[in-house]
């Protein structure tokens, strides 16, 4: 909602005059478009998508150790004296708090990692926009995601892409 006050309330100063509009150069920028179409987000979302083939697999085997561990108990609950019965369900909570410390690492992990590539394309995406903005000559460039509607003569989201890919 503030973004699109902010848009609302900068399109109106530039509308506000016509002949100070007329003069202005606007543009437009999908972000995330714009970066989620760069090789180098590719090439992250691949080693995000390894890694988290990793964790899983890691996971898939403990988590199989985890159901033998209860099928075991749930087949020997009868035959099993009280204190070996105590020792497997606490074997089997330890396992279980185990897996879910593991579960909750490796989705913490996944999450800095995307945080991490993230970050790193922002800062080039906006550092990219900026240079462009310069080097093109224009007056304002606004997220397209914060504008109603516009033209695709004003949408430089190609262009921006295809800059990134060259960095």
């Known amino acids: 909602m503030?973004?699109?006050?902010?848009?609302?309330?900068?399109?109106?100063?530039?509308?506000?005059?016509?002949?100070?509009?007329?003069?202005?150069?606007?543009?437009?920028?999908?972000i995330k478009t714009a970066m989620e179409n760069t090789k180098a987000y590719a090439s992250g979302i691949k080693r995000l998508e390894a890694l988290q083939n990793k964790k899983k697999k890691e996971l898939e085997s403990l988590r199989k150790r985890l159901t033998d561990l209860?099928?075991?108990?749930?087949?020997?609950s009868m035959t099993l004296s009280n204190e070996r019965q105590s020792s497997k369900q606490q074997e089997l909570v330890n396992l279980k708090k185990d897996f879910d410390?593991?579960?909750?690492?490796a989705s913490d992990e996944?999450?800095?990692?995307?945080?991490?590539?993230d970050?790193?394309?922002?800062?080039?995406f906006y550092d990219v926009v900026r240079a462009y903005g310069k080097e093109k000559k224009f007056d304002l460039i606004l997220p397209k995601?914060?504008?109603i509607y516009t033209g695709d003569s004003l949408d430089i989201t190609g262009e921006i892409t295809k800059i990134l890919d060259k960095k």
């Open 145 to 147: 995601s914060t504008v």
């Open 70 to 76: 209860d099928k075991e108990l749930q087949l020997q």
């Open 2 to 30: 503030k973004k699109l006050l902010v848009t609302v309330f900068v399109a109106s100063l530039f509308w506000a005059t016509q002949g100070v509009a007329a003069e202005m150069t606007v543009a437009v920028v999908d």
């Open 101 to 105: 410390r593991k579960l909750q690492d």
């Open 119 to 124: 970050s790193r394309l922002i800062g080039k």
């Open 110 to 117: 996944l999450k800095g990692e995307k945080r991490k590539l």
